[in-house]
């Protein structure tokens, strides 16, 4: 069988799978549901995945994978004006599997897996890990510029910059709506305040 259908049948499999998990949770959802939304055999499925929880996997690993890549190819070297550093937090927002209410109840789950999935909590730690890299290296550079407090370690303000994020994915999740454009707002008035005024 091509390659191309291979690839086409999985990414048909985790697509039915991930708008069950939307609709559903991950424990809520059977193979069977999956299987109905996904019009295929069960043999069909077997041949991919062999048990719903390989299928959460791979579902949680794209979704990190997604949001890793909001970090990578983000260039450090250059000195951060203010706003580079609340579009590359905000960028995870705009990613295409955050930026519905759906796909940040996804997330939301994805966080929650973790906490019962060792190598899934690795795999968030190493992403949360990268991200915060990137994050403190423009926090870093922002703080030599005199336009944050120096006195505070780039990765903390990174912590933090990063835990604001996950807030509004939540908020989304939850609640249904969060307007981007006045979050960044805000972020942007924090990360502007003076240093007399944070202390």
Same mark, same amino acid.
């Given at each position: 069988?091509?390659?191309?259908?291979?690839?086409a049948?999985?990414?048909?499999?985790?697509?039915? #799978?991930?708008?069950? @998990?939307?609709?559903?949770? @991950?424990?809520?959802t059977?193979?069977?549901?999956v299987?109905?939304? =996904?019009a295929?055999?069960?043999?069909?499925?077997?041949?991919? @995945?062999? &048990?719903?929880?390989?299928?959460?996997?791979?579902? #949680?690993a794209? =979704?990190?994978?997604?949001?890793?890549s909001?970090? $990578?190819?983000?260039?450090?070297?250059? /000195?951060?004006?203010?706003?580079?550093?609340?579009?590359?937090?905000?960028? +995870?927002?705009?990613? /295409?599997? &955050?930026g519905?209410?759906?796909?940040a109840?996804?997330?939301v789950?994805?966080w929650?897996?973790?906490?019962? !999935?060792p !190598?899934? !909590?690795a795999?968030l730690? $190493?992403?949360?890990?990268?991200?915060? %890299?990137?994050?403190?290296?423009?926090?870093?550079?922002?703080?030599?510029?005199?336009?944050? /407090? #120096?006195d505070v370690?780039?990765?903390? +303000?990174?912590?933090?910059?990063?835990?604001?994020?996950? %807030?509004?994915?939540?908020?989304? =999740?939850?609640?249904?709506?969060?307007? !981007?454009?006045? @979050?960044?707002n805000g972020?942007?008035?924090?990360?502007?305040? /003076?240093?007399?005024?944070?202390r």
């Amino acid at each position: 069988m091509p390659k191309e259908h291979l690839e086409a049948r999985r990414r048909q499999i985790l697509d039915a #799978a991930r708008r069950c @998990f939307i609709r559903n949770g @991950f424990h809520a959802t059977s193979m069977q549901d999956v299987l109905t939304e =996904a019009a295929l055999s069960a043999g069909a499925v077997y041949r991919y @995945f062999e &048990s719903k929880d390989d299928i959460i996997a791979a579902t #949680a690993a794209e =979704a990190l994978a997604e949001v890793a890549s909001a970090f $990578e190819a983000h260039d450090t070297t250059e /000195p951060p004006d203010l706003d580079n550093i609340v579009d590359l937090v905000l960028g +995870v927002e705009r990613l /295409p599997l &955050s930026g519905s209410r759906e796909s940040a109840q996804l997330l939301v789950q994805v966080w929650s897996e973790a906490l019962r !999935s060792p !190598s899934l !909590s690795a795999k968030l730690k $190493e992403v949360m890990a990268q991200a915060s %890299g990137v994050v403190g290296a423009l926090v870093a550079q922002h703080q030599q510029r005199g336009l944050l /407090p #120096a006195d505070v370690p780039a990765e903390h +303000v990174a912590d933090v910059l990063i835990a604001l994020i996950d %807030g509004f994915l939540v908020r989304r =999740a939850v609640y249904g709506h969060a307007d !981007s454009a006045a @979050f960044r707002n805000g972020m942007r008035a924090l990360l502007s305040a /003076p240093a007399q005024a944070v202390r």
